[in-house]
T-cell receptor
Framework: SQKIEQNSEALNIQEGKTATLTCNYT??????LQWYRQDPGRGPVFLLL?????KEKRKERLKVTFDTTLKQSLFHITASQPADSATYLC??????????FGQGTTLQVKP | NAGVTQTPKFQVLKTGQSMTLQCAQD?????MSWYRQDPGMGLRLIHY???????DQGEVPNGYNVSRSTTEDFPLRLLSAAPSQTSVYFC???????????FGPGTRLLVL
């Protein structure tokens, strides 16, 4: 069955450093992969989508890579800020409303 | 645009009671989904719809019913609530042929 793995342990980093979150998937070949941010008590919010033919995608301080050979995506936040503290979810998907999410990794940025 | 709205925000039920969680979107999205989120389990898909009149089961459909009579609304029905259905429920919608999901604020359900 399809499986998505994100680090279940929280990631604690110092403000100004680069945070790197990992998403691994097995038993399927998604055409794209999405990253979402979720704050406590709120619904997830879309951040970035990267397609299988794209190696890297950037948006402001965010960078996502997608390695279809390793079946892995890395999500980077450069110059991290305390406001970046949240849970980040990856979702390798086929689309059409049937999106499968990883469990999420909680990032804590300390001032 | 209000986006995706969900009501109620919080609900307490007794075992065996029924209720409907409401979800509406004003973005004219074709695709709508219901997820539940439990600690350590992430988001799990309950049911989804690819358009009015069309619904399908997700990963954890047992104990839940859905219908989609209009593009805007996608209610989730619990027929006979069980403590295992204590969770946070999220509704989401996405544009036709696009994959980005827009989530509602969630409904926190406690079944005693």
């Amino acid at each position: 069955s399809q499986k998505i793995e994100q680090n279940s342990e929280a990631l604690n980093i110092q403000e100004g450093k680069t945070a790197t979150l990992t998403c691994n998937y097995t038993n399927y070949s998604p055409a794209y992969l999405q990253w979402y941010r979720q704050d406590p008590g709120r619904g997830p919010v879309f951040l970035l989508l990267i397609r299988e033919n794209e190696k890297e995608k950037r948006k402001e301080r965010l960078k996502v890579t997608f390695d279809t050979t390793l079946k892995q995506s890395l999500f980077h936040i450069t110059a991290s800020q305390p406001a970046d503290s949240a849970t980040y979810l990856c979702a390798p998907g086929p689309g059409a409303g049937k999106l499968i999410f990883g469990q999420g990794t909680t990032l804590q940025v300390k001032p | 645009n209000a986006g995706v709205t969900q009501t109620p925000k919080f609900q307490v039920l007794k075992t065996g009671q029924s209720m409907t969680l409401q979800c509406a979107q004003d973005m004219n999205h074709e695709y709508m989904s219901w997820y539940r989120q439990d600690p350590g389990m992430g988001l799990r898909l309950i049911h989804y719809s690819v358009g009015a009149g069309i619904t399908d089961q997700g990963e954890v459909p047992n104990g839940y019913n859905v219908s989609r009579s209009t593009t805007e609304d996608f209610p989730l029905r619990l027929l006979s609530a069980a403590p295992s259905q204590t969770s946070v429920y999220f509704c989401a919608s996405s544009p036709r042929r696009q994959e980005t999901q827009y989530f509602g604020p969630g409904t926190r359900l406690l079944v005693l």
